[in-house]
């Protein structure tokens, strides 16, 4: 529901001269904001290793940092919360006039959701609004959506007819709504029971804020997944029971078997490959592949695998295997990530890998390296991004049974003049309808039927799947789903 009207503090002015000319700067392949929690201290670093800035966040001399921070996408605002001898607050720090723009008091013994996740996502891109939430015995939870251009806000609380409805309406301070991504006018969430040890899967909660509903859904099952902003999808790693190796030999415990990936135009969440101890997938490359930090229990540590959409590797990263990897984010060139020390005598180096114009083996270049006792993770990129997403490769699909359903090649297709973002007739003969199924492939459910000389747009493909060749169209009615090419030798698609 809307609520006051955020109040404006202007608590302090940042001395050192930082503003869009240094996000924007001319001539830099990419920049990365670092942030160490321990301090609330931020840091900006071009790809030549340059710092650009860095400050510690405002917050008092007693103060300390939540976990993570949201930074918009284009670099003008830092969420941050944090708690001192007065209370825990969520700020917005205005990078375009180097002040604290709004101010929250969340009281006393409060948690916020950016103690669990936080990123670029909190931001809803188009309208300059962010979203978080938090819990505190006095008032139960409350999510939150402020909008940093006029200074309004919405509140989801436990008593209100959509929180109660989605079976929400509990108010205890013990449970978190903790933000996952805000986008189109709806805030994803988790609910974190906090005192616990967590969930191995979590529940999507899905505010909308226009309709003021709750539903379910299951695009963010763990806190490791990442959302790739230009389409909305999230890739995740999940034991799966479903698939083999889903528990560990030695002492029996479920441990990471599949990858799986979210596509919001289905509404549904698969698994892309079966693959034992991927973890931290992040979407590199402009979208276009994933990034794996895979365990290697012969050395107790982390190596890199690139994966491409289809659900092969496409190659591994040439580096030492680290127990210390501390965060990784994809660029359109490739990604990077950091690297910890052990010891608080050590420091964080921050690595390049270049997976578009080079091959496997990648091979990571050392950009910078942070002052001794520094543990900096990177929270914000910027990059050169097309303007829209793809076109890309369709993704894998790993079915119960086992069978894997492979994207193919466009110019493999038996009707290869079908491109992604054009159009279609169904052609059919005799009174037939053409079945549109959630999935490419028998085993999915028919969502529908196409009728003979209805005009669909293609949204994605090829996929080869139980002998035909897929694509998932879009009808004039805005009903989505996978339809075949070709059947009983008559092509059912015809390009226009």
Do not use: K
Request: proline share 5%; no cysteine; glycine share 12%.
């Amino acid at each position: 529901m809307r609520g006051r009207s955020i109040a404006i503090f202007l608590i302090l002015t940042f001395m050192v001269s930082l503003g869009w000319g240094a996000v924007e700067a001319a001539g830099s392949p990419w920049q990365a904001w670092l942030y160490e929690y321990e301090i609330g201290r931020v840091t900006l670093i071009d790809h030549a290793g340059a710092m650009l800035s860095q400050f510690v966040l405002p917050g008092g001399t007693d103060a300390t940092f939540s976990r993570y921070v949201a930074i918009s996408p284009n670099s003008r605002w830092i969420a941050y919360s944090f708690t001192n001898s007065t209370g825990t607050y969520f700020n917005v720090y205005d990078l375009s006039v180097n002040i604290v723009v709004s101010n929250y008091g969340l009281g006393l013994g409060a948690t916020s959701s950016l103690d669990f996740a936080g990123s670029a996502a909190n931001f809803d891109a188009g309208s300059g609004a962010v979203a978080f939430g938090y819990a505190s015995e006095a008032v139960g939870w409350e999510i939150l959506v402020m909008d940093l251009t006029v200074f309004d806000m919405f509140i989801l609380r436990p008593g209100d007819t959509a929180a109660v409805s989605a079976g929400l309406e509990h108010g205890s301070g013990f449970r978190l709504p903790a933000v996952r991504a805000y986008r189109g006018g709806e805030v994803f969430f988790n609910v974190i029971p906090l005192g616990t040890e967590g969930q191995p899967e979590y529940v999507t909660y899905d505010w909308n804020l226009a309709a003021g509903v709750v539903t379910t859904g299951s695009a963010y099952p763990t806190f490791g997944a990442d959302t790739y902003l230009l389409t909305g999808e999230v890739v995740s790693s999940l034991a799966d029971v479903r698939f083999p190796t889903v528990y560990d030999e030695v002492f029996g415990f479920p441990q990471i078997n599949t990858v799986q990936v979210y596509e919001p135009s289905l509404g549904e969440r698969y698994p892309v490959t079966v693959l034992v101890g991927g973890h931290y997938p992040r979407f590199v490359q402009g979208g276009e592949r994933v990034l794996l930090a895979q365990y290697d229990d012969a050395v107790s540590a982390y190596r890199l695998q690139v994966m491409e959409r289809s659900g092969v590797i496409a190659g591994n990263v040439n580096m030492t295997p680290t127990a210390n990897l501390t965060s990784v984010e994809g660029l359109y060139s490739g990604f990077i990530y950091t690297v910890g020390s052990s010891g608080r005598s050590g420091g964080t180096t921050l690595y390049f890998v270049d997976t578009r114009l080079s091959s496997p083996p990648y091979t990571p270049l050392m950009v910078w390296n942070s002052s001794l006792g520094a543990n900096a993770q990177i929270a914000w990129t910027s990059d050169v991004l097309p303007a829209s997403a793809g076109p890309f490769m369709g993704w894998g699909r790993v079915l119960p049974s086992g069978v894997v359903v492979t994207p193919i090649s466009p110019t493999l297709s038996s009707a290869a003049v079908l491109t992604v973002g054009g159009q279609a007739t169904v052609r059919t003969t005799d009174g037939d309808v053409l079945n549109l199924r959630s999935g490419p492939g028998r085993a999915f459910a028919r969502v529908g039927t196409v009728a003979d000389g209805t005009v669909v747009t293609i949204l994605e493909g090829p996929m080869s799947a139980d002998g035909f060749v897929w694509w998932r169209v879009q009808l004039p009615t805005g009903t989505a789903g996978w339809v075949v090419d070709f059947a009983d030798g008559v092509q059912t698609l015809i390009p226009r």
